[in-house]
C-alpha cells in the first residue's frame, strides 16, 4: 500500500481545524483522513510547535528553531496587547455600568 503524502500547509490547516472545534474524529472525517493520521500531526505540532519537522542538520535546527522561538514570541506580545485591550474595555463598560445615572 502506497503511503500518500500531504503538503505541510494542509497539515496545519487540518490541526488548526482540530484545535478550533475539540474532535479529531470529525474533523479526520470531513477531509476523508484516518483519525490516527490526524492525531499524529496533533502530536507532531504539540512536541515540535508546527507540523513541519525540524531540520537535520544541528545548525539548521538551532536557527529554525530561533526562528520558530522568535514568531512564538511576536504572536504572544500581539496577544496580550489584544487582552490588554478588552481588559481596559471591560473596565470601562464596568464603571458606566456602575453609575448612579449614566447618561
Same mark, same amino acid.
Given at each position: 500500500?502506497?503511503?500518500?503524502?500531504?503538503?505541510?500547509?494542509?497539515?496545519?490547516?487540518?490541526?488548526?481545524?482540530?484545535?478550533?472545534?475539540?474532535?479529531?474524529?470529525?474533523?479526520?472525517?470531513?477531509?476523508?483522513?484516518?483519525?490516527?493520521?490526524?492525531?499524529?500531526?496533533?502530536?507532531?505540532?504539540?512536541?515540535?510547535?508546527?507540523?513541519?519537522? =525540524?531540520? #537535520?542538520? /544541528?545548525?539548521?535546527?538551532? @536557527? +529554525?528553531?530561533?526562528?520558530?522561538? $522568535?514568531?512564538?514570541? %511576536?504572536? &504572544?506580545?500581539? =496577544?496580550? #496587547?489584544? /487582552?490588554?485591550?478588552?481588559? @481596559? +474595555?471591560?473596565?470601562?463598560?464596568? $464603571?458606566?455600568?456602575? %453609575?448612579? &445615572?449614566?447618561?
Amino acid at each position: 500500500m502506497k503511503k500518500k503524502r500531504y503538503d505541510q500547509e494542509f497539515k496545519e490547516q487540518v490541526v488548526r481545524e482540530c484545535q478550533e472545534v475539540g474532535n479529531i474524529a470529525l474533523v479526520a472525517r470531513r477531509h476523508g483522513l484516518s483519525k490516527n493520521t490526524v492525531y499524529n500531526w496533533l502530536q507532531a505540532t504539540r512536541k515540535n510547535g508546527s507540523v513541519i519537522p =525540524l531540520p #537535520r542538520d /544541528v545548525n539548521q535546527r538551532l @536557527l +529554525e528553531a530561533e526562528n520558530r522561538l $522568535e514568531s512564538l514570541a %511576536r504572536e &504572544n506580545d500581539q =496577544l496580550k #496587547r489584544l /487582552v490588554a485591550e478588552k481588559e @481596559l +474595555e471591560l473596565a470601562i463598560l464596568r $464603571e458606566l455600568r456602575d %453609575r448612579v &445615572n449614566p447618561q
